[in-house]
């Protein structure tokens, strides 16, 4: 009889805590940020495709950190360009920011990190050109895909 009734408890204890998860990890993978840099002259800028995975969730864009050495050491702020622009749910956009006053070169570009933040303190941490998902977000964003071509509804 104990055993029946510390079964029944702990199967519904797990019911909760897989709600939480999903929820958690529909959250932590709900916008991608990819990026590519471009030049006009020696001014070096990184054009972004920012997609809202959210089916009911628009975000406010915040600012964009460039950083080396994964974020141990900061390059540059840019406050101006993206701030205040909304991504809507389901949407994919496409932004191209100033110029980061601080590379002199390609090959400085391939060398940074930039991270897009939103007005709520959340960030999302880009995928540029030489630097591929590993890790915990690769397998992530893999799964997120898989479920939605699989045409099961994601709730938001």
Known sequence: MMQK??????????LPILYFAFRWFLRTTDVMVAYNWSWQGMDFYPNFDLRNYSSSKAYVLGNIAYTRNNGKEIVTFDNKSLWGLELKPGTTTHLSSAPVLTLNSLADCLKVEVTVRLQNGREFKGQGP???????????????????????????
């Open 130 to 156: 030489g630097q591929p998902y590993t890790g915990f977000r690769k397998h992530a964003f893999a799964l997120r895909q898989k479920i939605e071509r699989s045409s099961v509804p994601l709730p938001s």
């Open 5 to 14: 009734i510390l079964g029944y408890i702990s199967g519904v204890s797990v």
